[in-house]
């Protein structure tokens, strides 16, 4: 049975993506959309949107019986889940199917099955897959839990038994860490699974994360589709993708291909999934079978060709695979860069905003899967991943080069976004080299910070803010006063720094720039649109601008005329006094009347579905909290008094 109309039970990139291949297939579709999401893309490329009326995600993207409901008004056969929301939820999936409706995923049996760590570890040890020792039993008294621990050996992980991407989890290295850990992990795990049953394993210090593509039809064939390394995270969670992994020998890949494909048939799985492997050494262990589409899966249709979107639809119509496991190769390699909206040099902290403008993937052979366009607002109300970059190669180191090409071409302009931070990793000696343990984010954080922007990229920065990049005169336009008949200074402000330059007359190409007390000759060698390319001195620097943002080689910066505005920050040093963002207050740790230490925790408050803890910069007295548990807060509000 073809499918005909297709309800995306989804938002933003993931369901742009299905609707996509749905056009390939002449598929008709239906989008939903909240109210703040009524100027998004998602709302205009489907055949008909519906507008999904409420205030939280239990109203909306959660809303079982409000989504069925939809899909048979507008005469839908069928409902893609994406992933995430409701894409591995049992009881979705049932109420679907008994709806008469095809649900484009596996089984209910396979989603409860494989979706509970506790439960699929017991199936794999059945199976003879290798798995990580640890504690899996019912008893989840915090005292127990914390024995089984001591028995385990430190370190351990905490896992939400019913969690994913993510979230509810966490590292313990020290006993007496652990209670601690075990409250945070409970209390996230209930508020994003509904279910606060944590598993506690052995944590491997240097693991790989390694996961395997499959994809079942229902007339019993079982494909592998290779493999893909994910072990770039931050706070377990995916940053930087590729595929396939350089770990992995031909004997090795055969068998965790193969260990793969012997799962999916010993369940008789439908549809696609991903099995997710820690990988230590030449040692693999299972980790969990996410029973959906991934939200790196174009990585690996970059290096098969296979759109791993239409054998879903196809294996849900009933329909029978055309090929068979030979005709699926591995075709060069592709790294795909997840761009968040946070801003890495300040802890990470979630952007919020307008998207002014967002690059065309056009100019930079990437693929492109953005859920926003220009004027779009980012909120804390949904994740903060905005978009996806999939680069391809015919090897790694092409892969790679074509992805720091892409990030630079591909700006997102209006707010902070981790763009700069993705080729700082890609950049750098140990991701070139390999060494792409899932620690590895935390283990080069030095060479992974912030970097100051180098004397060229400075001058060409502030060249492009000058009318001259244009062809027209500096002594024309812009506030500045003139040293004298060949030299002129211009003041300007690169984020909140004050920076003076004296420019010269044009020298026929060139102009002459003179900044920290010695000339430069500076000439613009392209310009497409807002992208300009500069010779300064022998440096060759990219820049890239919307209004007063500007991205110099791929480093996002604010560049202005005027001393910038910014915060207040008078009610506490460093600012950890104020709420960096808006959001919802989860829990208040310090007791009124206590004293604290810098870096001790303050408060912990949730945005864009993570939980962020507010820390101390500085010793002080805690007088008294000026927000409550539970209350929803602006940007920039007081948090504490204190003394």
């Known amino acids: 049975m073809k499918i005909k109309k297709l309800l995306i039970a989804n938002r933003a990139e993931i369901a742009i993506r299905i609707m996509r ?3 390939k297939l002449g598929i008709k579709t239906v989008s939903l959309y909240t109210l703040e999401e009524e100027n998004l893309p998602q709302r205009f490329i489907a055949d008909d949107s519906v507008l999904l009326e409420g205030n939280s995600l239990s109203e909306t993207y959660l809303n079982i019986d409000k989504i069925i409901s939809i899909a048979k008004e507008y005469g839908c056969d069928a ?7 409701l894409s591995e939820n049992a009881e979705f999936c049932k109420k679907v199917v008994a709806n008469d409706l095809i649900f484009v995923g596996p089984t209910p049996d396979s989603i409860t099955m494989m979706g509970d760590k506790k439960g699929s570890k017991e199936k794999m040890i059945e199976l003879g897959v290798p798995t990580i020792p640890g504690y899996h039993g019912a008893n989840q008294d915090a005292d127990h839990l914390k024995s089984e621990a001591c028995k385990i050996g430190y370190p351990v992980l905490i896992k939400a038994s019913a969690g994913g991407g993510g979230k509810g989890m966490r590292i313990v290295y020290d006993e007496k860490d652990f209670l601690e850990s075990l409250d945070s992990c409970k209390r996230e795990a209930i508020k994003s699974f509904g279910s606060d049953v944590v598993l506690i394993e052995k944590f491997i210090e240097n693991p790989r994360h390694i996961e395997i593509q499959v994809m079942s039809d229902n007339h019993g064939n079982h494909f592998h589709f290779f493999d893909r390394e994910c072990s770039i995270q931050r706070r377990h969670q995916k940053i930087i993708e590729e595929a396939p992994s350089i770990a992995l020998n031909d004997e090795l890949r055969e068998n965790m291909t193969q260990t793969s494909v012997h799962i999916t048939k010993s369940i008789n799985y439908s549809g696609a999934g991903t099995i997710e492997y820690i990988l230590d050494g030449d040692q693999f262990y299972f980790l969990e079978m996410n029973t959906r589409l991934q939200v790196e899966h174009p990585v690996t249709e970059m290096i098969t060709g296979f759109d791993l979107v239409r054998l879903q ?3 849900a119509g009933n329909e029978e695979f055309d090929f068979d496991q030979d005709d699926i190769e591995i075709l060069g390699h592709s790294i795909e860069c997840r761009i968040y909206a946070e801003d890495p040099d300040n802890d990470f902290l979630p952007s919020v905003g307008r998207l002014k403008y967002i690059g065309d993937a056009e100019y930079s052979e990437a693929r492109l899967e953005c859920g926003y366009s220009d004027g779009n607002e980012i909120t804390i109300n949904f994740d ?3 978009a ?10 092409e892969a790679i080069e074509r992805s720091l090409e892409s990030l630079k071409s591909i700006p997102f302009f209006g707010l902070k976004t981790n763009i700069e931070y993705l080729s700082r990793i890609l950049n750098s000696e140990p991701f070139y080299e390999g060494d792409t343990y899932t620690h590895f984010v935390k283990t080069y954080e030095d060479i992974l910070g912030s970097v100051r922007p180098s004397r060229s990229e400075v001058i060409a ?7 001259i990049s244009h062809g027209t005169n500096p002594w024309d336009s812009l506030s500045s006063f003139r040293l004298g008949e060949d030299e002129k200074v211009f003041t300007f402000y690169l984020d909140e720094e004050e920076i003076s330059i004296s420019v010269n007359t044009h020298f026929e190409s060139f102009t002459k720039i003179k900044y920290q007390g010695s000339w430069s000759m500076v000439k613009l060698v392209d310009q497409f649109d807002d992208i300009c390319s500069y010779i300064v001195d022998r440096d060759m620097v990219t820049v890239v601008s919307f209004d007063d943002d500007v991205i110099v080689n791929g480093k996002f910066y604010k560049l202005t005329n005027n001393y910038p505005k910014r915060s207040d920050d008078s009610t506490g040093a460093g ?4 709420s960096p963002m808006p959001g919802k207050i989860l829990k208040l740790v310090v007791e009124p009347g206590a004293s604290f230490k810098t870096g001790d925790s303050l408060v912990i408050m949730e945005a864009m579905k993570m939980e962020h803890t507010i820390k101390a910069s500085t010793d002080g007295k805690l007088l008294s909290y000026l927000v409550k548990e539970g209350e929803l807060i602006s940007g920039d509000a007081r948090l504490i008094d204190f003394e």
């Open 575 to 578: 600012g950890d006094m104020l």
């Open 461 to 467: 920065a502030l060249m492009h803010k000058l009318p």
């Open 384 to 386: 903060p991943m905005i």
């Open 313 to 315: 639809l196809v294996a």
């Open 21 to 23: 291949t749905c056009q």
């Open 388 to 397: 996806k970059v999939i680069s391809t190669g015919e090897d790694r180191e």
């Open 79 to 85: 409902i893609h889940p994406g992933y995430g929301f």
